[in-house]
């Protein structure tokens, strides 16, 4: 026992020792004027906030409130290098937090005071928390692009950044345009849809113009040729005026033609007959519709003959296998389509009850 107690009294004198050596050589190093301080790289993370050298520490979380402090639903984040505090505006806003800060148009409800310019109503915010003024009452002049406008005849730009927002510089008008599913870049009419006939019937045709007064794209160019179907004459809205202008009837478009004497008229140059033909005899030939469907575009060589542009007979025309006078030696048009018909070079009786009977083409 004695000899255990004699080995403790020597441990303990010796931690004494240290301890009043440690004393003496911080004492002595205060006084030679070598001040003990922590390396900020060196404490910094060490999960021990000190205050006088750090406005946080990254493992401490003692500062993950600075944020909510200030209104914002999010944690604060502290810089591991530095340990500086980062709780600024800037630092703390996040779209979907529902305070709309720092470079937010909004978020959520907190739309920062706007409302629709024609003060009914309010715009709604997305999901990127920019404004929405879609279900706004459209107010045309205010240079706000909203409810079934197309465009602000007023706004103009020569970059994005002069347009209002939800709108991108059209540079070829120097007018801001809607942004969304219906912009395209070309402005290509089939973007959008006839504001006068009040059919969904999509255009096929054109380039839209320049920003009406009425906060739509001016029509002017737009058509619905080639969609196959022959368009009587309809109404749609022209710049700059945005007043309802009469457009006229197609004339043809694809296959489809409005009065087959236009296309008789056509095809007679282009089918030359050796002798002068019989007046019950009609012949059409391959064509196609001018951009505008307002006529039939000139063929691109008359020089090869009747062969190269489908000279036949029309349906009703005399028959040609029969030789009849007047009758030029071009296939009945239905043989065409018919290989069949072709082959056997079908007629048909003419309809009328006369005798002598009169073969024509099906």
Same mark, same amino acid.
């Given at each position: 026992?004695?000899?255990?107690?004699?080995?403790?009294?020597?441990?303990?004198?010796?931690?004494?020792?240290?301890?009043?050596?440690?004393?003496?050589?911080?004492?002595?190093?205060?006084?030679?004027?070598?001040?003990?301080?922590?390396?900020?790289?060196?404490?910094?993370?060490?999960?021990?906030?000190?205050?006088?050298?750090?406005?946080?520490?990254?493992?401490?979380?003692?500062?993950?409130?600075?944020?909510?402090?200030?209104?914002?639903?999010?944690?604060?984040?502290? !810089?591991?290098? @530095?340990? +500086?505090?980062?709780?600024?505006?800037? #630092? $703390?806003?996040? *779209? /979907? %937090? =529902? &305070?709309?800060?720092?470079?937010?148009?909004?978020?959520?409800?907190?739309?920062?005071?706007?409302?629709?310019?024609?003060?009914?109503?309010?715009?709604?915010?997305?999901?990127?928390?920019?404004?929405?003024?879609?279900?706004?009452?459209?107010?045309?002049?205010?240079?706000?692009?909203?409810?079934?406008?197309?465009?602000?005849?007023?706004?103009?730009?020569?970059?994005?950044?002069?347009?209002?927002?939800?709108?991108?510089?059209?540079?070829?008008?120097?007018?801001?345009?809607?942004?969304?599913?219906?912009?395209?870049?070309?402005?290509?009419?089939?973007?959008?849809?006839?504001?006068?006939?009040?059919?969904?019937?999509?255009?096929?045709?054109?380039?839209? !113009?320049?920003? @009406?007064? +009425?906060?739509?794209?001016?029509?002017? #160019? $737009?058509?619905? *040729? /080639? %969609? =196959? &179907?022959?368009?009587?004459?309809?109404?749609?809205?022209?710049?700059?005026?945005?007043?309802?202008?009469?457009?006229?009837?197609?004339?043809?478009?694809?296959?489809?033609?409005?009065?087959?004497?236009?296309?008789?008229?056509?095809?007679?140059?282009?089918?030359?007959?050796?002798?002068?033909?019989?007046?019950?005899?009609?012949?059409?030939?391959?064509?196609?519709?001018?951009?505008?469907?307002?006529?039939?575009?000139?063929?691109?060589?008359?020089?090869?003959?009747?062969?190269?542009?489908?000279?036949?007979?029309?349906?009703?025309?005399?028959?040609?296998?029969?030789?009849?006078?007047?009758?030029?030696?071009?296939?009945?048009?239905?043989?065409?389509?018919?290989?069949?018909?072709?082959? +056997?070079?079908?007629?048909?009786?003419?309809?009328?009850?006369?005798?002598?009977?009169?073969?024509?083409?099906?």
């Amino acid at each position: 026992m004695l000899g255990a107690s004699t080995a403790s009294a020597g441990i303990g004198l010796r931690v004494r020792r240290w301890i009043l050596t440690m004393a003496v050589g911080l004492t002595a190093g205060v006084v030679s004027g070598c001040p003990l301080e922590l390396e900020r790289d060196v404490s910094c993370g060490d999960g021990w906030w000190d205050p006088e050298f750090e406005e946080c520490d990254p493992r401490d979380t003692s500062h993950l409130n600075a944020c909510r402090a200030k209104g914002w639903d999010k944690d604060a984040v502290c !810089d591991p290098v @530095t340990c +500086e505090l980062r709780a600024t505006e800037e #630092d $703390c806003a996040r *779209c /979907g %937090d =529902g &305070v709309a800060s720092h470079t937010e148009e909004c978020d959520g409800q907190d739309l920062r005071g706007t409302t629709c310019s024609a003060g009914v109503g309010l715009p709604t915010c997305k999901s990127d928390c920019t404004l929405d003024h879609t279900n706004c009452p459209p107010v045309c002049g205010d240079d706000v692009v909203s409810g079934v406008e197309e465009c602000e005849p007023t706004a103009s730009c020569a970059v994005d950044d002069d347009c209002p927002l939800g709108t991108v510089c059209y540079q070829a008008f120097g007018q801001c345009v809607a942004v969304g599913e219906n912009f395209a870049p070309n402005l290509a009419c089939g973007a959008y849809n006839n504001k006068a006939i009040g059919v969904d019937k999509p255009y096929t045709s054109g380039t839209i !113009d320049r920003c @009406t007064s +009425e906060c739509f794209f001016g029509r002017n #160019d $737009c058509g619905f *040729c /080639g %969609d =196959g &179907v022959l368009d009587p004459e309809y109404k749609d809205l022209v710049f700059p005026s945005g007043e309802l202008t009469e457009f006229p009837s197609e004339k043809c478009d694809g296959q489809q033609v409005a009065d087959q004497q236009l296309l008789i008229n056509y095809c007679a140059p282009l089918c030359p007959s050796d002798s002068p033909i019989n007046g019950d005899v009609e012949v059409l030939c391959d064509f196609e519709c001018n951009a505008g469907c307002s006529g039939f575009a000139p063929p691109d060589d008359i020089a090869p003959g009747p062969d190269a542009f489908g000279c036949c007979l029309a349906k009703g025309s005399p028959c040609p296998k029969f030789d009849t006078e007047g009758v030029p030696d071009f296939p009945c048009c239905s043989w065409l389509e018919n290989p069949n018909w072709l082959a +056997e070079e079908k007629c048909v009786i003419q309809q009328t009850g006369a005798i002598p009977v009169v073969f024509v083409c099906p």
